[in-house]
């Protein structure tokens, strides 16, 4: 029975005498070596040693001679085909019925598989180590597993102080619950990716972090644990903090310059109001005529760019009150008209009136951007169409133009802070804020507002508005 054991054996068993001389040799040292029993059987065991290891054999047949075992000795050997082979040895004396030593028996297993992956373990480690993220693992029930030289920068305890304690080491108390949830998605299998929170160091000041956590998954497919990575983000927010800042200054200086701006327009529409009153020359009443049109232009413009800044700040105010839209709508329609003398401008509605509650004047202006829009954009056609419409709990309401339209890929930006249609072939001067304006205006309302456009056929905008304000 032991003989069977021997010859099935994974690992090579072999025994010699203190001389050094093989006795015997089972089919794994065949595999491992290379050489069958009856080249080994008889042969010296230097056969496979190494010429610089010839030491250990001196080594060990002491060590076999005192009746000692030597355990788990990790060296090389040589194959047949001269190729060395890392093996872990253990060695015992074989004892003849008197006790006496006459022999060794050698049991070598083949551990490159085992060096290999110690190789892979130990670069990764180094990699893991030089990192400069945060790189930590956890058991599922959050004890600290691994702790890389970059974790102990960012939070202060020592490897020592933190392998085997809970993770909540470095959660702010009033953020227990995240690890709940993270570790919830960890064992679903599931990554957490860019998680910015803050954690705790260990002399208890605070580190904004972005945190990604994977599970790590054995060779079975389960789920052990967890690893994270970190990543200081302090930078990043200050830079975010100066620009937040910046971009304030910005704002602010867009709301004082147009406001600036408004004090001598008004003062010259003033002059140019008397001028025209004092003069009956038909000409030079009509330059002034001219002047004042273009200076209420200005005076639009200013007012647009003004409202973009109150809008940034937080401080475009509505004052709502009840009014017939219908009313609004048609008003706004022979403003524009009057404006527009060469522009149909059909009105397409089966609604007498509609009163709702909202901002009365913003709503007009909001019409006023879109009908001029309607005609800016539409150079080859003079037809305008505006559909008012009850559909349940809002009025809807469409303007639609014959013009130039608007590519689908473009369409979702329209809406945008000071975004243009940049169409080489238009001639259309404008900043890019009425449909931003447009946009405020009925979201402000609670309402929807979107554009439907075919290049070449031109384009409808449409809003909608609650009738009952919520
Ligand atoms: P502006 O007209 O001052 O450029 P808007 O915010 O009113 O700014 O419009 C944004 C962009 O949307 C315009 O530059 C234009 O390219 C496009 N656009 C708006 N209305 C129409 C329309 N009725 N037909 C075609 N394009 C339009």
Known sequence: MLAAIIMSSDDAIISKTLDGIITSWNPAAERLFGYDAKEAIGQHIT??????????????IRQIA???????????????????????LTISPVLNSKGKVIGASKIARDISARQQADEKQARLA??????????????????????????????????????????????????????DFIIGEIRKGNKVAHFQTIRQRKDGS????????????????????????????????????????????????????SHELKTPLTSINGYLQLLEQRISDKKS???????????????????????????????????????????????TIDLIANANPGHQLALHTSVKFCNLKGDEHRIEQLLINLLTNAIRYSPDSNKVEIFVSTEQDDVKIGVKDFGLGISQEKLPNIFSRFYRVDDSDTSVSGLGIGLYLCYEIVTRHHGMIWAESKPGFGSTFWFTLPIKDS
Do not use: C
């Open 66 to 88: 005192s009746g000692k075992k030597v355990d788990h000795f990790e060296t090389l050997r040589q194959r047949k085909n001269g190729q060395l082979v890392p093996i872990s």
């Open 47 to 60: 056969l496979i040693i190494p010429d610089d290891r010839l030491n250990e054999e001196k080594f060990i």
């Open 126 to 179: 180094a990699i893991v180590d030089t990192s400069d993220d945060t790189i930590l693992s956890k058991t599922l029930n959050g004890i600290i597993t691994s702790w890389n030289k970059a974790a102990v920068r960012m939070f202060g305890f020592s490897e020592a102080e933190a392998i085997g304690r809970h993770i909540s080491l470095i959660i702010p108390e009033e953020r227990i619950d995240e690890e």
């Open 206 to 257: 605070l580190v904004p972090i972005s945190l990604s956590v994977s599970p790590i998954i054995d060779k079975n497919g389960n789920i052990i644990g967890a690893s994270k990575i970190a990543r200081d983000i302090s930078g990043e927010q200050e830079l975010y903090r100066k620009l937040k800042e910046i971009n304030a200054k910005k704002d602010e200086f867009i709301a004082l310059a």
């Open 285 to 331: 009443k009509d330059f002034v005529q001219k002047m004042r049109h273009q200076v209420t232009r200005l005076t639009e413009l200013v007012d647009d760019i003004l409202d973009v800044s109150k809008i940034e700040a937080g401080k475009l105010k509505l004052h709502k009150a009840e009014f017939d839209i219908l009313k609004v709508v048609k008003n």
